[in-house]
Nanobody, 120 residues
Framework: QVQLVESGGGLVQPGGSLRLSCAASGIIFSVNAMGWYRQAPGKQRELVAASTSGGINYADSVKGRFTISRDFAKNTVYLQMNSLKPEDTAVYYC???????????????WGQGTQVTVSS
């Protein structure tokens, strides 16, 4: 199967920055999309940013502050988070849409999540 390993979360003051990383490994024929979701306590998981064949999408709440990028050779996605706000506090999950065989449809895979806490 496919494994996603995340890193880069932590505690940061408002206005600070963090960079999240996520590397996909395993049986990979192609990675069709990678992105980041987040989930705060008591709330549903929401899309933060995604890089797909159709382009790059951001949630309105993070536009201008967050930047998603990919290293296609390493099957890695990054999320640069600047000007962080307390409302950005959540568990951030990496997501990848992966095809493991050219005849097979792609499937979703998820990382374990990394905690981001923005507090003074």
């Amino acid at each position: 199967q496919v494994q996603l390993v995340e890193s880069g979360g932590g505690l940061v003051q408002p206005g600070g920055s963090l960079r999240l990383s996520c590397a996909a490994s395993g049986i990979i024929f192609s990675v069709n999309a990678m992105g980041w979701y987040r989930q705060a306590p008591g709330k549903q998981r929401e899309l933060v940013a995604a890089s797909t064949s159709g382009g790059i999408n951001y949630a309105d709440s993070v536009k201008g502050r967050f930047t998603i990028s990919r290293d296609f050779a390493k099957n890695t996605v990054y999320l640069q988070m600047n000007s962080l706000k307390p409302e950005d506090t959540a568990v951030y999950y990496c997501n990848a849409v992966v095809r493991t065989d050219w005849k097979t449809r792609s499937s979703d895979y998820w990382g374990q999540g990394t905690q981001v806490t923005v507090s003074s």
